[in-house]
């Protein structure tokens, strides 16, 4: 059975940083590529980064620049380092995971990160 286990979440001022990490397990984590999603209060799901099996990496517009997505296959982990944070960054972040990048078919339940201006 799949499980993704997200943490790293919690309030932090204007102009700062977290780290946040994804645990996976059930399954070879270094077959399949991993994503992060964020959902705002009363908005929609959407896509903030991606990383493949051979680590290419891809952004959303909005966070490229201040987010970086990696991995580390030895402890099961997908990270998302996030700098320069903003108030319109807050939101409830999610990973994923699927055989490629932009297919996903498990996902966490979320942790909560909140940006205060």
């Known amino acids: 059975q799949v499980q993704l286990v997200e943490s790293g979440g919690g309030l932090v001022q204007a102009g700062g940083s977290l780290r946040l990490s994804c645990a996976a397990s059930?399954?070879?984590?270094?077959?399949?590529?991993m994503g992060w999603f964020r959902q705002a209060p009363g908005k929609g799901r959407e896509f903030v980064a991606a990383?493949?099996?051979?680590?290419?990496?891809y952004y959303a517009d909005s966070v490229k620049g201040r987010f970086t997505i990696s991995r580390d296959n030895a402890k099961n982990t997908v990270y998302l380092q996030m700098n320069s944070l903003k108030p319109e960054d807050t939101a409830v972040y999610y990973c994923?995971?699927?055989?490629?990048?932009?297919?996903?078919?498990?996902w966490g339940q979320g942790t909560q990160v909140t940006v205060s201006s």
């Open positions: 994923a995971e699927g055989r490629v990048v932009g297919v996903y078919d498990y």
């Open positions: 059930g399954r070879t984590f270094s077959s399949y590529a």
């Open positions: 990383i493949s099996q051979s680590h290419s990496t």
